[in-house]
């Protein structure tokens, strides 16, 4: 990670970039023209299509595979640079097809451009930088900056759905990879995001004894007293110092108010920045012990995906980031956010990740999700600034 770019090989992939964001955007508009929520196996493939069409004319493509998965679509994995798919220590490009946008969004938010502003469904989140990524690995052949390093696009299809199938094949590609560029939007301001927190869901089912609340409370053991119970020890668990949450987002339980409960559950959301903080609240919350020993806690869930730790692989990869985009006065900032995304999983497999690398914009999941059409050309250019120095 020592190469760094001079001002000519910038100027020049700035004006590679800028001399394809037509086509760019035409490919932009034909993957957010092609609804593709997660579990829409139709979007999946078509998207997928697309993508694979435009991936072949790249110079470097060595191969490129669509990977059935039941119930969602396809996966799309292209490597670039490569003599084996079994390479090791390479560069890790890493994004996803899906959105969360319902079919039928595109009717009610159509593609729409305003005040420098592009807007449609999964615009932001990512399709823009599928075919952004595209144009980054055009841009280093075309100014003669080819990779050191075979590089793999991974796009998965069930990001937005917790990656179930996606999971072990990013581990698989991470683990494989010297570096892991992640195509998740960046944060406001086109900050790369070099932490993000781990989640963890729980659910805890509590059953009590019910009993006559006027003729017999004391032969019943509430369910719901002990739950609110348990929600201040739950509370307790959070650590605003380092950053650990906990929310008890629903609770439910008992049938009357004149009947002592018998059953009440709560789920319960977890954050936190370290896998130190994701073990402590996973075992606390794994043995939560009754305050009345009459009624019987279970828990069900766990940790879902570790934190993108802020080390020094992470810090070292966003400082050459900047210095890159620096090179051609581009400012790149960098934040921590709670929201995780595939490159957690990159990273709890040791790989050096740098998330969030997508264009600026705003709205993620939102009504007006849109990006800033004048990100796309130096972002494009410190992508593909990237790709050939790593
Ligand atoms: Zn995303």
Not at 47 to 62: F, H, S, W
Not at 154 to 175: H, I, P, Q, Y
């Amino acid at each position: 990670m020592t190469a760094e770019l001079n001002r000519t090989d910038a100027d020049a992939l700035l004006k590679q970039l800028a001399s394809r964001q037509s086509e760019l955007l035409a490919l932009t508009r034909a993957l957010v023209e092609t609804e593709s929520p997660s579990g829409d196996e139709d979007g999946s493939r078509a998207v997928v299509t697309l993508l694979a069409d435009a991936a072949r004319n790249l110079p470097g493509v060595t191969t490129v595979e669509r990977l059935p998965v039941e119930n969602y679509g396809e996966h799309l994995r292209i490597h670039l640079y490569a003599d084996d798919p079994r390479d090791t220590h390479t560069t890790l490009l890493l994004g996803h097809t899906d959105t969360v946008h319902l079919r039928g969004s595109l009717g009610l938010r159509p593609w729409r451009e305003s005040e420098g502003r592009i807007y449609g469904p999964g615009i932001y989140d990512m399709k823009a930088n599928c075919a952004l990524a595209l144009e980054a690995l055009r841009a280093c052949a075309s100014v003669g900056l080819t990779p050191a390093r075979p590089v793999v696009l991974l796009l998965t299809c069930d990001e937005e759905a917790g990656s179930n199938s996606g999971r072990a094949l990013v581990e698989e590609e991470a683990k494989r990879a010297e570096h892991v560029l992640v195509l998740e939007p960046s944060a406001p301001g086109g900050r790369a995001k070099t932490a993000r927190k781990g989640t963890g869901m729980y659910t805890l089912m509590i059953k009590g004894r019910a009993a006559h609340a006027g003729l017999d409370p004391d032969k019943g053991a509430s369910a719901i007293h002990e739950l609110a119970r348990q929600i201040e020890r739950l509370r307790s668990l959070a650590d605003a110092a380092r950053g650990t949450t906990v929310n008890v987002g629903v609770v439910s339980g008992g049938t009357r108010s004149n009947v002592v409960a018998a059953e009440a559950r709560a789920e319960i959301d977890v954050r936190f920045n370290t896998s130190a903080e994701a073990l402590r609240l996973d075992e606390a919350i794994k043995t939560l012990r009754a305050f009345d020993e009459r009624t019987q806690l279970t828990v069900a869930g766990g940790i879902n995906r570790p934190p993108l730790e802020r080390n020094n692989g992470v810090m070292q990869l966003y400082e050459h980031a900047r210095r890159l985009a620096a090179s051609f006065d581009y400012e790149l900032g960098e934040t921590q956010v709670g929201g995780a995304s595939d490159g957690n999983f990159a990273a709890a497999v040791g790989a050096a990740v740098l998330d969030g690398l997508g264009l600026d914009g705003d709205g993620a999941h939102a009504d007006h999700e849109h990006i800033i059409a004048a990100d796309i050309v130096p972002r494009g250019a410190l992508l593909a600034a990237l790709i050939a120095t790593l």
